[in-house]
């Protein structure tokens, strides 16, 4: 057999990231495990969401029954909540706080102030690994008034820190290039980066405290920036790699119809993760209050947030259903393929965490109590699914954080609310 040369391969590929590991080539570690977290606004009808039982008597309720060919790589939790945020009526505090279980502020200066969100924390511990700490992304723009930086708490759900919210891509096209950056743009990237702090450094020297401290946090953001592009320039031989090749093709256009724009950004997310590019990332399916236009979908005339203020009225409740099945039809279709992916001993679903669900639990009395959650793949073995698991009423949302974030790696004695991990997975 002729001797692999990764070097030849790679120069002969033309491509600088994200190849695969070929079945010919030695693997020196096991598949990572990856956590993935999907919001969605407005909440759900309450009544035909979660499941009951495990094994073969798990079952799930209507809106949930997309996920049936995948059911027995799922855990469907119920009460959870997260306490802070109960109390809190608008869509602000329950978009921010659903990955960071902390209340929004409005602070003097229009400063924001929230907290750093679970996804965020992992990254920071383990996003030295691979080329991208995180990969956050969505399909609608920020929300924003002008002077007015209070409706940004609806547009994240990933935060860098409490008054930074982790910039989200929403164009595929961008996001591609964001995974796929050719090494001519990296070395652009760094010499930018070098001039950048050079010219930080020098007006350090003259401006006051306060903005001493924001140039502070400036020069980590640009280390984790530095980091990453030595990151991606550095021999990854030792890193995992797929036995599969992934499509590597940019996308030509950001789709128009919402199915097509989610799903697309849903294929980046599994490539991310395919390639080891990212271990952690987050998508938006929507801004925390949204209207939203769902008129594509059969019998389906009211906008989304109307819908889930439907006051009990048939003809708009079943609308409402429309809606929320659709997004658990767009979990299906990611879960899928990534069910679909070797890896190993298992498939990439199985060395991953997916949490999807909203930081309303009903949209149309907005309580946020026993949210609505799906928890799906194995955690890298160490989830027992197949099953839902009612917890008592009022348990911390966070506690799964704390959860996650250990299987991810990372050791975390607290988060928000939570002084311990979420029994019963294992």
Same mark, same amino acid.
């Given at each position: 057999?002729?001797?692999?040369?990764?070097?030849?391969?790679?120069?002969?590929?033309?491509?600088? @990231?994200?190849?695969?590991?070929?079945?010919?080539?030695?693997?020196?570690?096991?598949?990572?495990?990856?956590?993935?977290?999907?919001?969605?606004?407005?909440?759900?009808?309450?009544?035909?969401?979660?499941?009951?039982?495990?094994?073969?008597?798990?079952?799930?309720?209507?809106?949930?029954?997309?996920?049936?060919?995948?059911?027995?790589?799922?855990?469907?939790?119920?009460?959870?909540?997260?306490?802070?945020?109960?109390?809190?009526?608008?869509?602000?505090?329950?978009?921010?706080?659903?990955?960071?279980?902390?209340?929004?502020?409005?602070?003097?200066?229009?400063?924001?102030?929230?907290?750093?969100?679970?996804?965020?924390? @992992?990254?920071?511990?383990?996003?030295?690994?691979?080329?991208?700490?995180?990969?956050?992304?969505?399909?609608?723009?920020?929300?924003?008034?002008?002077?007015?930086?209070?409706?940004?708490?609806?547009?994240?759900?990933?935060?860098?820190?409490?008054?930074?919210?982790?910039?989200?891509?929403?164009?595929?096209?961008?996001?591609?290039?964001?995974?796929?950056?050719?090494?001519?743009?990296?070395?652009?990237?760094?010499? @930018?980066?070098?001039?950048?702090?050079?010219?930080?450094?020098?007006?350090?020297?003259?401006?006051?405290?306060?903005?001493?401290?924001?140039?502070?946090?400036?020069?980590?953001?640009?280390?984790?920036?530095?980091?990453?592009?030595?990151?991606?320039?550095?021999?990854?031989?030792?890193?995992?790699?797929?036995?599969?090749?992934?499509?590597?093709?940019?996308?030509?256009?950001?789709?128009?119809?919402?199915?097509?724009?989610?799903?697309?950004?849903?294929?980046?997310?599994?490539?991310?993760?395919?390639?080891?590019t990212t271990r952690v990332s987050t998508f938006m399916f929507d801004n925390g209050g949204c209207t939203g236009n769902f008129t594509f979908l059969p019998g389906v005339t009211e906008?989304?947030?109307?819908?889930?203020?439907?006051?009990?009225?048939?003809?708009?409740?079943?609308?409402?259903?429309?809606?929320?099945?659709?997004?658990?039809?767009?979990?299906?279709?990611?879960?899928?393929?990534?069910?679909?992916?070797?890896?190993?001993?298992?498939?990439?679903?199985?060395?991953?965490m997916v949490l999807m669900g909203s930081g309303l639990a009903d949209g149309n009395k907005h309580t946020a109590s026993n949210l609505p959650l799906v928890l799906a793949g194995g955690g890298n073995g160490t989830i027992q699914t197949g099953r839902a698991i009612?917890?008592?009423?009022?348990?911390?949302?966070?506690?799964?954080?704390?959860? @996650?974030?250990?299987?991810?790696?990372?050791?975390?004695?607290?988060?928000?609310?939570?002084?311990?991990?979420?029994?019963?997975?294992?």
């Amino acid at each position: 057999m002729k001797q692999w040369n990764r070097r030849r391969f790679l120069k002969a590929a033309g491509v600088s @990231i994200g190849l695969p590991w070929l079945e010919a080539a030695p693997r020196s570690a096991p598949a990572p495990t990856r956590f993935a977290a999907l919001f969605f606004p407005n909440g759900v009808q309450v009544e035909e969401w979660g499941g009951s039982g495990e094994g073969v008597a798990f079952q799930l309720k209507s809106l949930l029954k997309p996920l049936d060919p995948l059911k027995s790589k799922l855990v469907v939790p119920s009460g959870l909540w997260h306490e802070r945020l109960e109390q809190r009526g608008g869509h602000d505090g329950k978009t921010s706080g659903f990955l960071t279980g902390m209340e929004n502020y409005r602070l003097d200066g229009n400063q924001l102030k929230v907290g750093t969100s679970i996804d965020q924390l @992992i990254a920071s511990k383990i996003g030295s690994e691979t080329p991208l700490p995180s990969f956050c992304l969505g399909i609608k723009p920020d929300s924003m008034t002008q002077l007015d930086l209070v409706p940004i708490y609806r547009s994240y759900i990933s935060w860098a820190t409490p008054s930074q919210p982790a910039p989200k891509e929403i164009d595929p096209r961008f996001a591609f290039d964001r995974l796929f950056g050719s090494a001519e743009q990296r070395r652009r990237d760094k010499s @930018i980066l070098d001039a950048v702090r050079e010219q930080a450094h020098d007006l350090k020297a003259s401006v006051s405290r306060a903005d001493t401290r924001k140039l502070d946090e400036f020069f980590e953001s640009v280390r984790d920036v530095e980091k990453r592009v030595e990151n991606s320039n550095a021999d990854s031989g030792s890193r995992w790699r797929p036995s599969v090749m992934p499509a590597l093709e940019r996308p030509l256009r950001r789709p128009e119809e919402r199915e097509a724009h989610a799903r697309l950004m849903l294929d980046l997310m599994v490539l991310a993760f395919q390639t080891n590019t990212t271990r952690v990332s987050t998508f938006m399916f929507d801004n925390g209050g949204c209207t939203g236009n769902f008129t594509f979908l059969p019998g389906v005339t009211e906008e989304w947030h109307a819908a889930s203020h439907h006051r009990d009225r048939p003809e708009i409740k079943r609308q409402y259903e429309a809606i929320n099945r659709w997004h658990v039809e767009q979990l299906a279709y990611l879960l899928g393929k990534m069910d679909a992916i070797p890896e190993g001993d298992g498939t990439l679903l199985d060395h991953s965490m997916v949490l999807m669900g909203s930081g309303l639990a009903d949209g149309n009395k907005h309580t946020a109590s026993n949210l609505p959650l799906v928890l799906a793949g194995g955690g890298n073995g160490t989830i027992q699914t197949g099953r839902a698991i009612a917890y008592p009423e009022h348990t911390p949302f966070a506690r799964l954080f704390v959860s @996650i974030a250990k299987r991810m790696g990372v050791e975390v004695s607290s988060f928000a609310d939570a002084t311990q991990p979420l029994d019963r997975l294992s």
